[in-house]
């Protein structure tokens, strides 16, 4: 098996850093692991039966060569071998953790510059997208990978600071949400330009998925991201009606989640910030699969 190779630089901490970290320093890298913040679940030599509770998790700290920590998704932490012995506890997923605020922000969610920033641009410019890996334990301070590498401690509530932002979600700290809104949308090929309210400042687009039975993230019609993101934009915490594929969907953003109305399934559904390209790709990959 080959294992992602991560040949990564450790770089100096946020301004803020009053680091506390258990192990009493910087993080090592350390190669051939996967990167920090990286998403993963149980891979092909898991022995250790409940563990995950069948959840994802993320890479929060190397621990030595062959071997990563990793915090699942339900709050239990413990070693895995990833090299180790020749064998793969975990294997690394596409997954991107979903939370409302960015007061919850949990390892494996997507982060941005936030109201407060002010570190130049260690993140290596405005709209660069990282990846909190870890919380330290004053619960007011986040550890974040930048796309660079570099890594950097955050303030997240310390001092009433908040350096970071949410880069799926827009749900701005403090604000009352409005009574649930029901709407229905429909699916309609004949759109194929997502609406204005999909594009971000940042020149990316929103992106609604559900997750599949095998994990993976899939996109909904444009015609049905461009209505949910209207939707979702309006009030968070609204639920509406979806029809594909000849079934009806209850979506309900505030748990992120959709139900079939028949069958009573229910599936993640997700807000990922793509760029163009890779929002034009998931589109047409899609519709290649003319899975009904």
Same mark, same amino acid.
């Given at each position: 098996?080959?294992?992602?190779?991560?040949?990564?630089?450790?770089?100096?901490?946020?301004?803020?850093?009053?680091?506390?970290?258990? /192990?009493? &320093?910087?993080?090592p890298?350390?190669?051939?692991?996967? +990167? +920090?913040g990286?998403?993963?679940?149980?891979?092909?030599?898991?022995?250790?039966?409940?563990?995950?509770?069948?959840?994802?998790?993320?890479?929060?700290?190397?621990?030595k060569?062959?071997?990563?920590?990793?915090?699942?998704?339900h709050?239990?932490?413990? +070693?895995?071998?990833?090299?180790?012995?020749?064998?793969?506890?975990?294997?690394?997923?596409?997954?991107t953790?979903?939370?409302?605020?960015?007061a919850?922000?949990?390892?494996?969610c997507k982060?941005?510059?936030?109201?407060?920033?002010?570190?130049?641009?260690q993140?290596?410019?405005? &709209?660069?997208i990282?990846?909190?890996?870890?919380?330290?334990?004053?619960?007011?301070?986040? *550890?974040?990978?930048?796309?660079?590498?570099?890594?950097?401690?955050?303030?997240?509530?310390?001092d009433g600071?908040?350096?970071?932002?949410? @880069?799926?979600? /827009?749900?701005?700290?403090g604000?009352?949400?409005?009574?649930?809104t029901?709407?229905?949308? /429909?699916?309609?090929?004949a759109?194929?330009?997502?609406?204005?309210?999909?594009?971000?400042? &940042?020149?990316?687009?929103?992106?609604?998925?559900?997750?599949?039975?095998?994990?993976?993230?899939?996109?909904?019609?444009?015609?049905?991201i461009?209505?949910?993101?209207?939707?979702?934009?309006?009030?968070?915490?609204?639920?509406?009606k979806?029809?594909r594929? /000849?079934?009806?969907? +209850?979506?309900?953003?505030g748990?992120?989640?959709?139900?079939?109305?028949?069958?009573k @399934?229910?599936?993640q559904? *997700?807000?990922?910030?793509?760029?163009?390209?890779?929002?034009?790709?998931?589109?047409?990959l899609?519709?290649?699969?003319?899975?009904k």
């Amino acid at each position: 098996m080959q294992f992602l190779l991560a040949m990564l630089c450790l770089q100096t901490l946020a301004g803020d850093d009053d680091d506390d970290d258990s /192990s009493g &320093g910087d993080d090592p890298v350390i190669g051939g692991l996967p +990167h +920090h913040g990286a998403r993963v679940r149980r891979g092909r030599d898991w022995k250790w039966g409940n563990q995950d509770k069948g959840e994802c998790g993320t890479v929060i700290r190397h621990y030595k060569k062959g071997i990563v920590e990793v915090e699942w998704d339900h709050g239990g932490k413990n +070693h895995y071998r990833y090299g180790a012995e020749e064998a793969a506890d975990v294997q690394v997923i596409e997954d991107t953790r979903v939370v409302r605020r960015i007061a919850d922000v949990k390892p494996g969610c997507k982060v941005v510059r936030g109201l407060h920033w002010e570190w130049e641009n260690q993140d290596g410019g405005a &709209g660069n997208i990282g990846i909190v890996y870890r919380i330290e334990e004053s619960r007011v301070s986040v *550890r974040v990978r930048w796309p660079s590498g570099r890594r950097g401690v955050y303030r997240n509530g310390k001092d009433g600071k908040y350096d970071l932002d949410l @880069a799926n979600v /827009s749900v701005q700290a403090g604000k009352k949400e409005k009574p649930v809104t029901k709407l229905n949308i /429909s699916a309609s090929p004949a759109r194929q330009t997502p609406s204005e309210k999909v594009e971000t400042k &940042g020149g990316n687009r929103y992106c609604w998925q559900w997750k599949d039975k095998d994990g993976k993230w899939r996109p909904y019609t444009v015609e049905q991201i461009s209505s949910m993101e209207e939707i979702y934009q309006r009030n968070p915490s609204a639920t509406c009606k979806l029809e594909r594929d /000849s079934y009806t969907y +209850h979506i309900d953003f505030g748990k992120m989640q959709q139900q079939n109305v028949d069958t009573k @399934a229910v599936r993640q559904i *997700r807000r990922a910030c793509l760029n163009r390209d890779d929002f034009d790709l998931a589109i047409a990959l899609e519709q290649s699969l003319h899975i009904k």
